[in-house]
């Protein structure tokens, strides 16, 4: 199959591990860069291990992904948390955030993209957040998911007579293995969320994994530049979450 590879960064879990099954589903091998391997690799899988807080290292990796494997499809997905009120975001920390979470990006978008020229065919989602459009105690992360929005929007702009598309996703309260321990099942504060959501419940790693293959597929190729929001509803209008 033409464009077959797809590089996920952050794919070894979570909501990049969704995204992964997905792609084998849809045909696509996927080409994951994380700090760990995943615990359940799939059979046409390829890892590489990757710390995106080091740019030479990370620009190897990219280097070795690009060499082996020539992917035309890119989810940048890796991403931190470090939550703090206005007066106590620590400034490295406000770095260490957009490090991981913008200069990622940018990296593995470079490092593609002559591979996607070449093939008049790409396809880039980042994985923004609810967040980038406010929420309390998320300074530098939600500084840097409006910043990727930002960058979708430039590089939409840039590449789409090139045959490369670039789209975000917002993703609304999800049931990961990171919300869980925060956010423990019938706690009154999971409770509050859930009632916060107006279809009435989590989202799931498989919720997002579905949005972002609508539109690295091949026949999305006049969408470009959104963010779509996959929040259940959350964006519409105002929640306390």
Request: hydrophobic fraction near 50%; charge should be neutral.
């Amino acid at each position: 199959m033409a464009h077959d590879s797809i590089l996920i960064t952050g794919g070894a879990g979570g909501i990049g591990r969704a995204i992964a099954h997905r792609a084998a589903e849809a045909g696509w091998r996927p080409v994951t860069l994380d700090l760990r391997a995943p615990s359940d690799p799939l059979p046409n899988e390829a890892y590489i291990h990757c710390d995106f807080a080091d740019a030479a290292a990370a620009r190897a990796a990219l280097a070795e992904a690009v060499a082996l494997h020539a992917p035309t499809r890119l989810v940048n997905n890796v991403g931190i948390v470090r939550p703090a009120p206005l007066e106590e975001t620590d400034i490295d920390d406000l770095a260490a955030v957009l490090d991981v979470n913008l200069r990622s990006a940018v990296l593995a978008a470079q490092a593609l993209l002559p591979a996607m020229r070449e093939a008049g065919f790409g396809r880039i989602v980042n994985i923004a957040s609810r967040a980038a459009l406010g929420k309390e105690l998320r300074t530098a992360y939600a500084a840097s998911k409006a910043g990727l929005i930002g960058l979708t929007r430039t590089w939409a702009l840039e590449l789409a007579g090139q045959g490369i598309t670039v789209n975000a996703i917002g993703p609304g309260p999800i049931a990961t293995e990171l919300f869980r321990r925060a956010n423990p099942d019938n706690s009154p504060k999971t409770r509050a969320i859930i009632e916060g959501v107006p279809v009435k419940r989590l989202g799931t790693p498989e919720d997002i994994a579905h949005a972002c293959a609508f539109l690295l597929d091949e026949r999305a190729g006049f969408v470009t530049g959104q963010t779509v929001y996959v929040c259940g509803g959350l964006t519409v209008g105002l929640a306390p979450v």
